[in-house]
C-alpha cells in the first residue's frame, strides 16, 4: 500500500510540477467546461455527448500520459529494477488517474451545480447519478489505458480505442435501457476486467519493450 | 549466503531467429567486480536485461542472490543499485523529490538520503540543483543515476554504460563512488564501451561475441607470450632474417626501425636475441615490454 501511494504521489507531483502554459490549458479547460455543463442540463443529449468527450479526450489524456510517456522514455525499466513492485506501478499509475478524473469531473460539475442553485435552481438527484456514470466510465478508460498502453503497439490509438470501448458501452445501455446505477456498476466490474489484463501485461516482458509514437 | 550474487546457466535467448545470447554461462563471486564488454549489438545491455529481470530467457537459469530474477522480488531489487540507458527519473520533478521517490521505495529513510547525498554529492552540480531534471544536462542525469544507484551502498550494482558524458570531476568522483562500494563489500558487473573503468576496476572481464561469452584472463598470463618493443639500427630484410631465426613467437615490424616481437620466456631469450643481432652487426638500441592494455587484448582476442 506504502509502494502504491508512493507512486500515486510522485505522478501527482509529476502533474503538479508541469510548466506553467500547460496548467493554464487544464486550467482553461475546466472553466470551459464548467460552462457547457451549466447550460446544458444533465437530461440533454449534448451534455451527455459532452461527458463522453470529457471523460475520453481531456481524462484520458492525463491518465493515458502517465501510462504511456515512462514507456516512451524507457524509464520504467529504471522504476521496476529499484525495489517498487510493478503491481504498485500498476495501481499507483491507476488510482492517480482515477483521482484525477475524479478531480477535473468533479471542479466543473461542482461549479456548474453551484452555478445552477445559485440561479435559484435546485440541484437535481439525476446529476449526481451522470457525474457518476462519469466516474465509472473514467475508470474504464483509465484501466483500458493502462492494459491498452501496453498490447498496442503505437500507443498514440489508446484514445481512439477508448472511444469505440465507451461507444460499445453506450451502445449496450441505450439498447438494454440499462439503469444508471445498474450501467455504473457493468462499467465497474469491466474495469475490473481490464485491470486484470493489465496486471498481467505489466508482469510480462512487453512493458519494457521499446516503443515509439 | 549465496557463494554466487548473479549466476547463469547456458543462458539462450534469440529475437526472431537471431540468438542474442548463445549458452552463456557467468557466475559473479561476492567482491567480483566483473567487465562486460563486446561490440555494438554483441549482447551486453541484452544479458544485463536478462540478469534484472527485464526480459525472460528462453532456456537457461539465473539467479540473482538465489532467486530468479523473473519473479520480480522487490526485496533482492532493494539490494541492487542499477543504471540503465535511461536516467528514470521523473523530467518534472528536482532531483531531491525524485531520490525521495527512490529512497521511500528502497527503504532508505529521508534522514539517510539526506546524510548520504551530504557526504557523497556535496560538492556536485545536482546537489543543490532546484531546476526540474528535464532541464539538467546529460552530465548531470548520468550523475543523478549513479546518485540513486548507490543510494542504500547496494550489495549488487550492475551498470550499463555508467561513464557516458561524465566530465573529469564527475569521472573521478564515480571513481571515488566506485571504491567506496568495493570497500563495503559491493559486487559489480559493468558494461561500458569505455574501456578505462573496467581495466580501472575489474578483476574480470567478459567478452561477449556473437552471443558467446568468454572470460579474458586479467593479471594472470604466466603462460602467455607478452609483447616487446625492439629498436634497432640495421637493414629491415636482415633484422626480419635475424628475428625469423630466433626464439620469437610472432614479429611484427613496426615504422622508425621499431619491431614488436611476443615472447614467451623474455629473461632467457632477450639476451640471445641480442646476441644474434650484435652478431649480424645490426645495434640493438632498445628492448622494452609493451604494456598491455585491455584494448590492446580485445583487439588480440578479435585476431
Not at chain 1, 460539475?109 to 457518476?132: C, K, M, Q, W, Y
Not at chain 2, 529475437?15 to 563486446?38: I, K
Not at chain 2, 611484427?252 to 652478431?279: F, G, Q, S, T, Y
Request: aromatic share 10%.
Amino acid at each position: 500500500m506504502n509502494q502504491v501511494m508512493a507512486v500515486m504521489k510522485r505522478e501527482w507531483a509529476s502533474f503538479a510540477g508541469n510548466d506553467k502554459g500547460t496548467m493554464f490549458v487544464y486550467v482553461f479547460i475546466l472553466l470551459v467546461y464548467s460552462a457547457v455543463f451549466t447550460v446544458n442540463p444533465y437530461e440533454t443529449l449534448a451534455a451527455r455527448l459532452w461527458w463522453v468527450f470529457y471523460s475520453v479526450v481531456v481524462v484520458s489524456t492525463v491518465s493515458g500520459n502517465s501510462m504511456i510517456s515512462e514507456r516512451l522514455t524507457g524509464s520504467l525499466e529504471v522504476l521496476f529494477t529499484s525495489g517498487v513492485s510493478r503491481s504498485a506501478v500498476l495501481y499507483g499509475k491507476v488510482a492517480y488517474g482515477f483521482f484525477m478524473a475524479l478531480l477535473m469531473g468533479g471542479l466543473p460539475f461542482g461549479v456548474s451545480r453551484l452555478i445552477t442553485v445559485s440561479a435559484g435552481n435546485p440541484a437535481e438527484l439525476h446529476d449526481a447519478g451522470g457525474f457518476l456514470l462519469y466516474a465509472s466510465a473514467s475508470l474504464v478508460n483509465i484501466t483500458s489505458a493502462a492494459w491498452l498502453s501496453v498490447q498496442l503497439p503505437n500507443p498514440r490509438l489508446i484514445h481512439f480505442v477508448n472511444l469505440l470501448i465507451l461507444s460499445l458501452l453506450i451502445g449496450v445501455k441505450l439498447t438494454t435501457g440499462m439503469a444508471d446505477v445498474g450501467f455504473g456498476v457493468a462499467m465497474v466490474f469491466a474495469s475490473l476486467v481490464l485491470l486484470y489484463l493489465a496486471r498481467r501485461t505489466f508482469h510480462g516482458e512487453k512493458i519494457v519493450r521499446k516503443v515509439s509514437l | 549466503m549465496n557463494e554466487f550474487p548473479v549466476q547463469s546457466k547456458s543462458l539462450h535467448r534469440a529475437f526472431e531467429t537471431r540468438a542474442v545470447l548463445d549458452s552463456v554461462n557467468l557466475e559473479l563471486r561476492h567482491g567480483d567486480f566483473y567487465g562486460l564488454v563486446g561490440l555494438n549489438g554483441a549482447g551486453k545491455t541484452t544479458l544485463i536485461r536478462h540478469l534484472l529481470g527485464l526480459l525472460k530467457p528462453d532456456s537457461g537459469q539465473i539467479r540473482v542472490f538465489g532467486n530468479d530474477p523473473w519473479e520480480h522480488r522487490t526485496e533482492v531489487y532493494r539490494k541492487m543499485g542499477v543504471i540503465l540507458e535511461h536516467d528514470g527519473f521523473s523530467g518534472n520533478l528536482s532531483f531531491r523529490k525524485n531520490m525521495e521517490f527512490f529512497a521511500s521505495v528502497k527503504g532508505v529513510s529521508l534522514n539517510d538520503l539526506e546524510h548520504y547525498l551530504d557526504s557523497h554529492w556535496r560538492e556536485t552540480s545536482i546537489y543543490s540543483a532546484e531546476e526540474k531534471v528535464k532541464h539538467f544536462s546529460r552530465g548531470q542525469k548520468m550523475q543523478a543515476s549513479i546518485a540513486r544507484a548507490f543510494l542504500g551502498w547496494p550489495a549488487l550494482c550492475i551498470f550499463d554504460e555508467p561513464v557516458v558524458a561524465l566530465d573529469m570531476e564527475a569521472y573521478e568522483h564515480f571513481y571515488s563512488l566506485v571504491e567506496e562500494a568495493r570497500g563495503r563489500g559491493c559486487t559489480m558487473l559493468i558494461s561500458s564501451h569505455v574501456l578505462e573503468p573496467i581495466e580501472r576496476f575489474c578483476n574480470r572481464v567478459g567478452v561477449l561475441r556473437d552471443g558467446r561469452l568468454s572470460e579474458l584472463s586479467r593479471g594472470d598470463q604466466a603462460d602467455l607470450e607478452k609483447w616487446w618493443q625492439l629498436r634497432v639500427n640495421g637493414p629491415a630484410e636482415k633484422v626480419q632474417e635475424v628475428l625469423g631465426k630466433a626464439p620469437v613467437g610472432k614479429v611484427l615490424p613496426e615504422r622508425d626501425r621499431l619491431w614488436r616481437i611476443a615472447l614467451l620466456h623474455p629473461e632467457r631469450h632477450i639476451p640471445e636475441i641480442v646476441k644474434m643481432l650484435v652478431v649480424e652487426d645490426i645495434d640493438v638500441l632498445e628492448i622494452r615490454p609493451e604494456e598491455v592494455s585491455l584494448r590492446d587484448q580485445l583487439r588480440g582476442e578479435q585476431r
